[in-house]
């Protein structure tokens, strides 16, 4: 049986190492795609956030890929890790990269602890390939390897998964991308090419692995398996053309919302559409188990990018807790704190006070948990978690560069100023 | 005459001799009482503080223990029955007195005076059996002084007994008073939150329904507290209305008990109920021994008669009285003394078995309560704590909320009663222990076993504001 580490060491990493080209100073998963070569591929390879391209190599014509599936430590974000399973040392798996044509073989070797398959999400291929264990193959037991071959016949934005135990599976991260670009080049030239995944993870507070019994009372929202400020932004020149390429293999619709722009809804795992039927919005559900991709100008700023469900972009919150919106504790708090001397009363103005608790740390909240909210911006803190990550663009950024380029230097009277801090301020016109 | 002569000596010398032998200790056999106390581990006070004296400070379990000495009624009850044992053995080392006669006889024959006959008339047969009785008197104050020392002993161990008790019904108590106080606390939270429109009328019952029982459970421990105090005040042999205090220390369990074997062979030695009943059957077989020889003497008197005769002539010579066993033998007596003793064989027994089974079972009572204590020290107490601390945690991250908090502090407050009732259930397994072995078990020397509570100045109000203004 070959080991993940004998893998990695006996095959690829030569070929790794090639891709990864510069690797940012905040990356936390080691290998990634570089900044695209130009054209040199025939195609603009995408970038994966947090995430990485699996390298391929070439076997009399046919591009040879190998998925390990595998248990892995993955992190949520810094300091807050789970056992997840994954593909090849991350959740997600590497994403698989081809054009339209290729025949393509992908090695499958098994080291979880009970059988998988893997199925290629909307991809079209004989039945015998389609990956779904017991109509469409056996399953791969633990320890054997299995070869998936076909050509690609389509192009566009795909996902994989495994189609055995699937509850387990894709409920402990078991996900990746397959994205085929089309022979010949795109009809409209593409700057910059995201992809992620949604995902949704029953990891409770105070715990290391995440629950498959849990069927919509999730804990955390992930963009590629990292939730905010974990997640990597957006980065863009200005009037460039950004693609972002969202499948969602999570259990709830996602309506993803970016600000700052009328983007165009482009394609789908159906492919790039005919340019008549995009169609322009500022959200778009992306529905369980579908794929959407949307393009647009890129416009210079820091611009917000995220699910619109409030709390899919929150990090671990209580479901139904005492609601202490209003609530005067004066006197009692004081009262309780002779018993609980840790005790403190929260949430009478809100919830906005939050963060500057669990940011100041001095209530410790439970181990390994992430606060609901987090993230500092250049004028206070975000209050955000989850899906929820920043589009950057700039004017003077180089065409390869993808490094975070810091936060956003508003020209001068185009920032939201205080003109006066008192209630009585001005006539508002109120209903009355 | 040579007869005479050893006659009144025998009469005169013998008795007085006897009787020496048999002198009632002029304490009544207290100082033997104390000895056969204070070998069980108990400290008799011989010039021990006074009463006053003892009562100023908080009580020990051992000053309790010079109290109920000094002060418990019964005890002198107990001790005043050495009176009874003592007035045995004096009576036992005593012969009957002897009888005296006389009479002076008119002849009706002319000229012949009057008969004059002086007598004096001992019994005999006291003056065999008096060596037999006598030892068989101290025998059987020795086994009243036994049986007396056990009497204060039981009272002993039951003031010990009720101590801790008392103890634990204080501590526990305290624990009661915060639960209620935490019940109180999430009512007057649920008033805030239903005023703000928070929770429904539901919520609100429910939160004064469980302080309501915690408000019962309270005053059912207030109850529970005097009936200790009460039955500790009677074995003091005090007031319930006196200013007297205990001190509410427990400590923990020593590290280990006295092997079983040895507790067994203690209790054989010391349990002093055995002591007195073996003694007793000792006095039994002894009377027996004596009833089968007594049994043929029957009554037996020696006598001296001095007779001036109607016609002057004196004559004077001893006389003797012998019962003959011609239709009684006494054999009743002998049958009477074997039942006796039979009975008291069998009693011995089965007291034997008693004593080691229930210092079998008292030791398991102990190794039981010793048990529990260490799940409550080990596991429960630390798991409970935890339990609040990582609520407490998520409620810091508004994972859960305060009436959660306050419900898992009640569940750890349940917890911290259970385990100083169970500190308290050893102390009294132990002294149940003492009682079965007959000898007090050596004195704790555990740390004090304290439950945390946090000090009122964490109760300052620091972030009630927080939210309101950047």
Not at chain 2, 168 to 194: G, N, S, W
Not at chain 2, 437 to 452: I, T
Request: hydrophobic share 40%; net charge negative.
């Amino acid at each position: 049986m070959t080991s993940r580490r004998t893998f990695l060491k006996g095959t690829s990493v030569g070929a790794m190492v090639a891709a990864v080209g510069s690797v940012s100073a905040k990356a936390q998963d080691a290998p990634r795609s570089s900044a695209p070569p130009s054209q040199a591929r025939g195609y603009r390879p995408v970038r994966t956030l947090n995430g990485w391209t699996l390298p391929f190599v070439m076997k009399n014509g046919v591009k040879e890929f190998h998925l390990v599936a595998e248990e892995v430590e993955h992190e949520f974000a810094p300091g807050f890790t789970a056992k997840c399973w994954g593909y090849n040392g991350s959740t997600p798996g590497p994403t698989i990269e081809a054009i339209e044509g290729d025949r393509v073989r992908i090695l499958v070797t098994n080291c979880l602890p009970e059988h998988t398959t893997i199925h290629w999400h909307g991809l079209l291929l004989p039945s015998g390939m389609d990956g779904v264990g017991g109509l469409n193959q056996p399953q791969i037991k633990p320890g054997e390897t299995f070869a998936y071959e076909f050509t690609l016949k389509q192009h566009g934005s795909h996902m994989y998964h495994p189609h055995a135990d699937e509850m387990t599976q894709m409920a402990v991260g078991m996900m990746g991308m397959f994205i085929i670009h089309p022979r010949g080049g795109e009809t409209v030239t593409i700057d910059r090419d995201y992809c992620f995944l949604l995902h949704n993870w029953a990891l409770h507070p105070g715990t290391y692995r995440p629950d498959p019994s849990i069927m919509q009372e999730f804990d955390l929202w992930t963009f590629n398996s990292k939730v905010f400020p974990a997640i990597d932004p957006i980065v863009a020149r200005s009037g460039e053309r950004v693609r972002l390429r969202i499948g969602n293999l999570s259990m709830w619709n996602h309506p993803i919302h970016v600000h700052g722009v009328q983007y165009f809804v482009t394609g789908s795992d159906g492919g790039r559409w005919p340019q008549r039927q995009w169609r322009a919005e500022t959200t778009e559900i992306v529905s369980v188990g579908q794929l959407r991709d949307i393009e647009f100008t890129a416009v210079p700023g820091d611009w917000a990018m995220h699910c619109h469900m409030a709390h899919h972009t929150m990090n671990a919150m209580g479901h139904g807790i005492p609601n202490t919106l209003g609530v005067d504790q004066t006197g009692v708090e004081a009262e309780i704190r002779k018993l609980l001397p840790g005790y403190m009363a929260m949430g009478e103005h809100g919830m906005a006070e939050h963060q500057e608790h669990t940011d100041a740390g001095h209530h410790p909240g439970p181990a390994n948990t992430i606060p609901m909210m987090t993230g500092t911006g250049p004028y206070g803190n975000i209050e955000m978690g989850g899906m929820f990550t920043v589009v950057k663009v700039r004017n003077d950024l180089g065409r390869r560069d993808y490094d975070d380029p810091g936060w956003y230097d508003a020209p001068k009277g185009t920032v939201a100023r205080r003109v006066s801090d008192d209630p009585d301020f001005g006539n508002p016109v109120r209903k009355t | 005459m040579v007869s005479t002569k050893y006659f009144w000596r025998i009469c005169c010398l013998l008795p007085l001799g006897l009787a020496g032998c048999t002198t009632v200790p002029s304490d009544l056999g207290r100082a033997d009482v104390d000895a056969l106390i204070a070998e069980r581990g108990w400290s008799v006070p011989t010039q021990g503080p006074r009463l006053d004296a003892l009562l100023t400070e908080p009580l020990t379990p051992d000053a309790a223990i010079q109290v109920v000495l000094i002060n418990n009624p019964g005890l002198q009850a107990s001790l005043a029955r050495l009176g009874f044992g003592a007035a045995d053995v004096y009576a036992a080392g005593r012969l009957s007195n002897p009888s005296f006669s006389a009479g002076w006889l008119d002849s009706d024959a002319v000229g012949e005076g009057t008969q004059r006959t002086l007598g004096v008339a001992l019994p005999f047969a006291d003056l065999l059996t008096l060596p037999a009785r006598a030892g068989m008197a101290k025998a059987e104050f020795a086994a009243l002084k036994s049986s007396v020392a056990g009497e204060v002993i039981a009272t002993l161990t039951d003031a010990e007994i009720a101590f801790y008790r008392h103890v634990a019904d204080r501590r526990v108590q305290d624990i009661r008073v915060r639960r209620a106080t935490a019940a109180a606390l999430a009512v007057e939270l649920a008033a805030r939150f239903h005023a703000a429109g928070n929770i429904n009328d539901r919520e609100l019952a429910e939160q004064r329904a469980a302080a309501a029982e915690a408000q019962l459970e309270r005053l059912e421990g207030a109850a529970r507290v005097q009936a200790s105090r009460a039955r500790l005040a009677a074995l003091l042999g005090l007031s319930t209305a006196g200013g007297w205090q205990v001190e509410l220390a427990l400590a923990a369990p020593p590290e280990q008990e006295r092997p079983l074997a040895e507790l067994e062979a203690l209790a054989r030695q010391q349990r002093l109920d055995l002591v007195a009943a073996r003694a007793e059957a000792d006095v039994l077989a002894q009377r027996l021994g004596v009833t089968r020889w007594s049994r043929w003497l029957g009554d037996i008197e020696l006598g001296y008669e001095r007779e001036r005769e109607t016609d002057g002539a004196r004559l004077r010579g001893p006389t003797v009285d012998l019962e003959i066993p011609l239709f009684n033998q006494h054999r009743d007596d002998l049958l009477v003394a074997e039942a006796t003793l039979g009975q008291a064989v069998a009693g011995l027994t089965a007291l034997t078995l008693e004593v080691e089974n229930g210092v079998r079972l008292a030791y398991a009572g102990v190794n039981n309560a010793r048990a529990r204590v260490a799940v409550y020290r080990d596991n429960l107490i630390p798991a409970q704590a935890d339990v609040v601390a990582r609520t407490q945690e998520q409620v810091n991250f508004m994972l859960t909320g305060v009436f959660e908090l306050l419900d898992v502090k009640r569940d750890e407050l349940a917890a911290q009663e259970g385990y100083l009732q169970s500190v308290s259930d050893y102390w009294i397994a132990r002294a149940e222990l003492g009682r079965a072995v007959g000898a007090r078990q050596p004195a704790a020397v555990g740390e004090p076993v304290e439950m945390e509570s946090p000090s009122e100045d964490a109760g300052h109000e620091h972030h009630h504001n927080h939210g309101g203004s950047p």
